[in-house]
């Protein structure tokens, strides 16, 4: 049965490094027994039982039946409650190849330690009062993060900086409440405003939860990594292209298995931005008849692209195909390549275009500043409101809680100019309250009372 | 025994519960000081306001005397909030205090069953165990035994007076305060804290100008009670007037004379109804305040200056109140004061305010740290018909926050306390729009049926009520909206064809069933078309109000038990840890709206509260 977050806590673990070759990976366990659990699949049990916390001891991850050694290790003992979750806890340090883990992970969860749900560890480390939601989002993103960048952004959300802006869009939110909530607990004789309320005042808040809210195009970024697509003509070089990347700069991710996608995709970061790259090439090059649902994924994939890189054989020209691509494609975030710079025949690139040789590496330096600029470009990370705030939402659940103040604070404007009744009206920035306090915390009526005494003067 | 209940106190709370007690068929004895200041109005000549008109209604609607009280004592009707919203309407009367005070007098002389004596309350006494309340010792040396005893002092319990650097014992100035029943109290264990509220200066009607002030008159007066049909009172008119830069200096000339700055009251006052002292420090910006100069009664030349609430010396009283247009030649009759009083730490009782340290006492009114005449007598009713089943072994009543403000009032102060005065507020409803001052009878007369307190008048016209409010849904579907209806009204065009009833829901429809059908208006009651009109226009509304409120309800529904421990919740922060063992509330809900417990540790809670226990698992 599907185990959800608020079944009993059970052991758990998971790869706490991002998967991939690495001088170390460092898997995570955590839950109440993890330590029984865990002496269970290492050399010195017993020292591992009476291990003190944050202690750490050097060891043998072993498989359990048979005791064969998996790989060398350092386990850290975390006692409850004192580690991260707030529950026992063991880290082990191994070898980071992806063999190694792979068989450590196999190990631990035939020992009876259940795969971490996506943010498990957070969510414990929440529910145990260690963390807030925010914080816990962004540990989360810290541990996954694979960039500088990415890393820097996740700190400084860390040290509150998106808490704050948050804070101030509540702070906002209780004086529009207030502004309600004092005509309709005070008669215009003890001091409540005779004139109803401003339509500004509303419009102050909704631009500054929409700043935060927009922003989250570039967090998503720095988070998940820019989604870019490499495609164009069969035999253009996408995937010389692709594999020159991979090649020049450092790769985070290595390349996923194409047996279960026909796509393949790899991590890369440039400038400091992660970067999903995808290579649609085994799209075009199915099998026949699958061709056209090649042809629709490949869209859909471009489609929902952060930026597109699209790749023409300089020898052979723009086909109209290549025309046509470029014309539907229109404004959007592209960088246009014109590969092959190293061939003999080679045209002189037109307008637009970046002569480079994916063979050759020739003209790559410009083609990788031209992408990050794009990246950055289209997620409006130069100019723009989203970037003068200088902190970003990350986390899809943010995001979804944002809109949902938003939408509920344009409920509020439109009931506001159709007549609706204050004490209706008063229901839709209750339900915006609601959804902004579950991300800072909840906006209690204590706390709007407050606001409404230090704002007027009331009382007969 | 010689009673079965015995109300310390003839307030607002003590009336309620001494009249409930009894026409529960308890032998009820009313301890009260004086018997000539039973039900007096201490502050303000007015009941009711918004949100405090809806506790008004809903006492009456649970078979209260309230409504009644102020219906026959009423000379001035308004209904406030209607440009907020319908629903958060609510009716307020200027009230006779003399009038008030002795139909208070009389409905208890005239209750069967109810006996009432003279004297002052010093301590209680309790069975050998110390658990059980056994009745009181009075300052003469009685001792009266009753199982149950239901504690309702108001301002009178170990109460200073302050006027300027002038202060002495008493409960309303000239009224001796009740000594000795608060330090008893501390020895026995209770937890008492002090609070403090202030009261108006009142001047001679003969004194002031009239023509230097804007007349305010009422709106035609109709019953707060649903017992009534209608009310028919003489009427008088308040006046407006306001302070300027003159009073203003004045009062700061007194400041360092005031009790409230120079630190002589450490109790408590309410925000909300601030002396004008604090009003001019904490809003020196301001270049007036608005005062409400209101009769205190028929039969009275006193007039009560609301909005002046002070507690600064006389001499300073004198000379701002005569800087106020109007007011030039303002004669004092009595000076307004501050009081300072003993409360009850009341998340120390029970949802039925009964105390958790003292079975068989029940605490009720400003003695649980509220404040006002409404909150005070929906906490009286609440007690006696509670202390009633205590003594017959029912299930104590306990009204939720989605089904009345005294529900919300009670539920708030046995689970928050009371930081100052504790006032109701529409706010503090998470579901107001369907709290309406007139569905206050469709709520609650049902359940003061089952108890017992409603009478065969009051379930005849409830019957008669329903019937009607059916009968006019009905006719109110079957109008249609025709093109004439939208030839006058341009409003109405999207509606042609529609029922009456449903074209109502939209906010750009104005007016009521009447606007449409005014021949209803000859064949049913207003109140009951408002009440249809106001189901449809806020149908949609309560729908989302209900969508809000569902996790609320929710964590309502998840009970706590009594002996939970809160100390085997793992990871529960030390602080929720010991306001939740201190709190020991009944629900999740309750749990959740403690300050000090984050959403982590409700969730933590919500966890170990949905799980089964497990003993074995550490």
């Not at chain 1, 080679?346 to 990246?375: D, H, K, N, Q, V």
């Not at chain 2, 600064?312 to 701002?320: H, K, N, W």
């Not at chain 2, 189901?535 to 409120?549: M, N, Q």
């Amino acid at each position: 049965m599907q185990r959800s977050y608020l079944d009993d806590p059970v052991p758990i673990m998971a790869l706490a490094t991002p998967p991939g070759e690495s001088a170390i990976a460092v898997i995570r366990t955590a839950g109440p027994g993890s330590i029984a659990l865990a002496s269970s699949c290492f050399s010195r049990k017993a020292a591992l039982l009476a291990a003190s916390g944050h202690s750490s001891l050097f060891g043998r991850l072993i498989e359990p039946g048979s005791g064969d050694t998996v790989d060398e290790v350092l386990a850290t003992v975390f006692r409850a409650p004192s580690s991260a979750t707030g529950e026992d806890a063991v880290e082990f340090s191994c070898h980071g190849s992806p063999a190694v883990t792979r068989k450590a992970l196999a190990v631990l969860e035939a020992a009876g330690f259940a795969p971490a749900l996506p943010g498990e560890f957070s969510f414990r480390a929440f529910l145990h009062g260690k963390t807030d939601l925010v914080r816990a989002e962004a540990v989360a993103e810290l541990v996954r993060s694979g960039s500088e960048a990415e890393r820097a952004e996740a700190l400084r959300r860390l040290e509150g900086g998106l808490s704050d802006r948050i804070a101030s869009a509540r702070s906002q939110l209780i004086a529009v409440l207030a502004e309600v909530q004092v005509r309709l607990d005070f008669d215009e004789d003890q001091g409540s405003p005779e004139e109803g309320i401003d339509a500004a005042v509303l419009a102050r808040v909704r631009s500054s939860i929409a700043t935060l809210s927009e922003s989250y195009a570039f967090g998503r970024i720095y988070a998940e990594g820019a989604r870019v697509v490499v495609a164009g003509r069969p035999n253009a070089g996408k995937s010389s292209l692709f594999n020159l990347m991979l090649r020049e700069e450092r790769s985070i991710v290595s390349r996923e298995p194409g047996t279960t996608r026909d796509w393949i995709e790899a991590g890369v970061e440039l400038e400091g931005l992660p970067v999903r790259l995808i290579d649609t090439a085994g799209l075009r090059d199915a099998p026949a008849g699958t061709e056209a649902e090649g042809v629709a994924r490949s869209r859909r994939l471009v489609a929902g692209a952060d930026a597109l890189v699209y790749v023409v054989d300089g020898s052979l020209g723009l086909a109209p195909e290549d025309l046509d691509f470029l014309a539907a494609r229109g404004k959007a975030a592209t960088v246009r390549v014109w590969n092959k710079a190293d061939h003999p025949s080679c045209l002189s690139a037109p307008e637009g275009f970046l002569a480079m040789s994916a063979m050759t590496g020739e003209g790559f330096p410009a083609f990788a500043s031209a992408l990050a600029r794009t990246i950055r470009d289209g997620s409006g990370a130069h100019g723009g409101g989203a970037s003068e705030i200088g902190v970003r939402v990350a986390s899809s659940r943010q995001k979804a809680l944002l809109d949902r103040a938003l939408q509920s604070i344009d409920e509020a404007s439109s009931g506001l100019a159709a007549g609706i009744p204050l004490d209706a009206l008063s229901l839709d920035l209750r339900a915006a309250a609601d959804s902004l306090g579950e991300i800072t915390g909840e906006i209690s009526s204590a706390e709007i009372l407050e606001a409404i005494f230090s704002g007027f003067c009331l009382g007969k | 025994m010689d009673y079965e209940a015995i109300v310390i106190g003839g307030g607002h709370a003590g009336i309620e519960a001494a009249l409930a007690l009894a026409r529960l068929g308890r032998r009820t004895l009313m301890v009260t000081q004086d018997l000539e200041a039973v039900g007096r109005l201490s502050c303000n000549p007015a009941v009711g306001g918004l949100s405090k008109g809806n506790l008004v209604r809903e006492i009456d609607a649970l078979g209260g005397q309230m409504g009644l009280l102020i219906d026959d004592s009423m000379i001035q009707y308004r209904m406030l909030g209607r440009s907020r919203g319908p629903a958060v309407q609510s009716p307020r009367a200027q009230a006779d205090k003399a009038l008030y005070s002795s139909l208070a007098r009389r409905a208890l002389e005239a209750q069967a069953g109810l006996s009432l004596f003279m004297d002052c309350v010093v301590d209680i006494f309790t069975d050998d165990s110390g658990k059980r309340v056994e009745g009181v010792l009075t300052a003469r040396g009685n001792r009266i035994g009753s199982a149950c005893v239901v504690l309702t002092t108001g301002t009178f319990m170990e109460s200073r007076l302050f006027i300027g650097d002038w202060s002495a014992s008493g409960g309303r100035l000239g009224e001796p305060a009740a000594l000795g029943l608060g330090t008893a109290l501390r020895a026995r264990g209770f937890s008492l804290g002090r609070m403090k509220t202030g009261t108006p200066a009142r001047i001679r009607a003969g004194t002031i100008d009239t023509g230097e002030m804007a007349r305010q008159d009422g709106e035609e007066c109709r019953p707060f009670s649903f017992l009534r049909d209608s009310v028919s009172r003489p009427v008088a008119p308040c006046w407006v007037t306001y302070t300027n830069e003159d009073s203003h200096r004045v009062i700061r000339s007194g400041m360092d004379r005031s009790p409230l700055f120079s630190g002589a009251i450490v109790g408590l006052g309410p925000r909300y109804c601030p002396s004008i002292e604090d009003k001019v420090r904490r809003f020196p910006e301001r270049e007036r305040h608005q005062v409400f100069v209101e009769p205190e009664g028929l039969q009275t030349d006193e007039m009560y200056l609301n909005g002046l609430s002070t507690s600064l010396p006389e001499d300073i009283q004198a000379a701002f109140i005569r800087t106020i247009p109007g007011l030039r030649q303002a004669e004092i009759a009595r000076p307004g004061y501050a009081v300072e009083y003993d409360y009850l730490d009341p998340r120390r009782l029970e949802p039925s305010l009964q105390s958790r340290l003292l079975k068989g006492l029940f605490v009720a009114g400003q003695t649980n740290g509220s404040s006002g005449y409404e909150e005070a007598a929906a906490q009286g009713l609440v007690a006696g018909i509670n202390a009633s089943r205590f003594l017959s072994g029912d299930e104590a009543m306990v009204l939720s926050r989605a089904e009345a403000y005294i529900g919300v009032l009670v539920d708030d102060l046995v689970t928050l306390g009371a930081s100052e005065p504790y006032r109701m507020f529409t706010s503090r409803a998470e579901r107001r729009l369907s709290l309406r001052q007139d569905s206050a009878d469709l709520r609650l007369t049902p359940i003061a049926a089952e108890i017992g307190l409603a009478d065969e008048e009051r379930l005849e016209r409830f019957r008669r009520r329903l019937e009607g409010t059916d009968e006019i849904r009905e006719l109110a579907s079957r109008r249609r909206i025709t093109r004439e209806d939208a030839a006058s009204d341009p409003a109405l065009g999207p509606h042609i064809g529609e029922a009456l009833v449903h074209a109502l829901r939209d906010p750009k429809v104005s007016g009521g069933v009447s606007r449409f059908m005014p021949e209803l208006e000859a064949r049913f009651p207003l109140e009951w078309l408002e009440t249809v009109a106001l189901d449809s226009r806020y149908s949609g509304y309560e729908a989302k109000e209900e969508r809000l409120a569902h996790r609320m309800e929710r964590a309502e529904r998840l009970r706590i038990p009594g002996d939970f421990d809160y100390a085997k919740v793992e990871g529960l922060s030390s602080e929720a840890q010991e306001k939740l063992a201190a709190a020991r509330p009944r629900t999740l809900g309750q749990a959740s709206r403690l300050p000090g417990v984050r959403r982590s540790d409700a969730a933590l809670l919500l966890v170990a509260l949905s799980r089964p226990v497990d003993s074995s698992r550490g």
